[in-house]
């Protein structure tokens, strides 16, 4: 199997796509291009679904990604819906566990008859619905930054790939004079990909890895790893964790008097929505490495986060995955329309440079790997627990997945192929 769309041990959920019977009720009309599809596009309205964690322990980061899913489905059918239909939601819980997700997916696809789905967060959640929606000829819109190193056909990104977060990270640490990098992540694809390529960046910049442990996702317990995180001689830490895991780690990193003054913490799965989780007191200076912030400054955003307060309470918070899923609606209603179809080959056709004013700023569609120009931005916690803008590049980076541009990754995308 070719590196875009290697599944690294997870390949036996693919028989979840053969295992299950396709959906058998009678409709008038399908996509006939989907070879089998039962995709009912006859009357006045559309099924998309919608499958996130809303139980376990990325429910912490999940939910907001759902509820931003909902707003966008709301406004695109008060708008009008997709070619004139209505979206109809069909809702499906991922269970923070990969093979939970494999099954609910092809819930969506052969059951509900899902048009496209969105959702998933950990990068072992998407390897595991990725045969899945291959088996079917289906469509992911996938929406968290991830470690790179993939394109599927059947796979829209529309969070951050590699050269558009990490190395921004990592570019923005070196240029701070950070050269000694302790790296912490959770027990899974994303973390360890990301530190191959964040240990072949060191070598390549003068950098060295003094550290580097791993966690089980949701693991609670970080006192030995803060102790060698202390003792290590880092000047900085580069953090992979993901949900719940970060409000532990953070509360042992402080209770051994770190700060962000002593050795900075750079974050590439925290946002505003996990702060409020963390404490915005514990994690107050800190860095972090995204696309969008609730304190981007374009009147685009500043909509966008009036009506989702307007829509959960004015105490919410918005977010970089958040804005990417409710900007992946949107993605999937222009393909459908500049398409003038629901059809999987019709959309995949239509989807090169298809664009839209996303609240982060316009975001374009590469066709070549079904992902997004974007613009890194590295922020600082602030007292509140919102984020301060302090360096971003002056225009949006091409999606570059298997980091072809970078001389220095290759034995990265070696060990991933």
Request: hydrophobic residues 40%; proline residues 3%; contains cysteine.
């Amino acid at each position: 199997m070719s590196k875009k769309t290697m599944i690294q041990g997870l390949a036996v959920l693919s028989a979840l796509a053969l295992g299950m019977t396709a959906c058998t009720r009678a409709e008038s009309e399908t996509v006939a291009a989907n070879g089998g599809s039962c995709v009912d596009t006859s009357g006045d309205a559309v099924k998309v679904g919608f499958i996130n964690s809303l139980s376990g322990t990325m429910a912490i980061s999940e939910t907001t990604v759902n509820e931003s899913l909902h707003m966008a489905a709301q406004e695109i059918n008060a708008d009008g819906g997709v070619l004139g239909k209505e979206l109809v939601i069909a809702e499906e819980d991922g269970a923070s566990e990969p093979a939970t997700f494999a099954e609910r997916a092809q819930r969506l696809i052969q059951q509900e008859c899902v048009a496209a789905a969105f959702g998933g967060w950990t990068s072992a959640s998407r390897k595991a619905m990725l045969p899945v929606f291959e088996g079917n000829n289906s469509l992911l819109f996938y929406p968290v930054q991830y470690e790179g190193m993939e394109s599927s056909p059947n796979i829209f990104y529309t969070g951050a790939t590699t050269n558009q977060q990490i190395i921004p990270a990592l570019d923005y640490l070196k240029e701070q004079g950070k050269s000694r990098l302790f790296l912490v992540g959770s027990d899974y694809v994303f973390p360890r990909t990301a530190n191959q390529i964040i240990r072949d960046y060191a070598e390549a910049n003068g950098m060295e890895i003094v550290g580097e442990d791993y966690t089980p996702l949701g693991s609670t317990d970080f006192t030995t790893i803060a102790n060698r995180m202390k003792n290590s001689g880092a000047d900085a830490v580069f953090n992979t964790l993901n949900g719940d895991s970060n409000v532990a780690f953070f509360r042992q990193y402080n209770s051994l008097g770190l700060t962000a003054e002593t050795l900075p913490v750079m974050s590439v799965s925290i946002a505003e929505e996990e702060i409020a989780g963390i404490g915005a007191s514990n994690i107050e200076g800190q860095l972090v490495a995204w696309n969008y912030y609730q304190t981007v400054d374009t009147d685009e955003n500043a909509g966008f986060v009036d009506r989702f307060k307007s829509l959960y309470g004015q105490d919410r918070v918005t977010s970089d995955p958040m804005q990417a899923a409710y900007t992946s609606l949107y993605l999937w209603k222009e393909m459908v329309e500049k398409a003038g179809s629901f059809e999987t080959e019709a959309i995949r056709q239509a989807a090169d440079g298809t664009s839209f004013d996303a609240p982060e700023g316009t975001v374009v569609v590469d066709g070549d790997n079904n992902h997004i120009s974007k613009t890194p931005r590295i922020g600082q916690v602030r007292e509140d627990g919102l984020i301060d803008i302090i360096w971003e590049t002056d225009s949006p980076v091409n999606p570059d997945p298997f980091l072809e541009t970078y001389e220095w990754a290759q034995s990265a995308s070696a060990a991933t192929s």
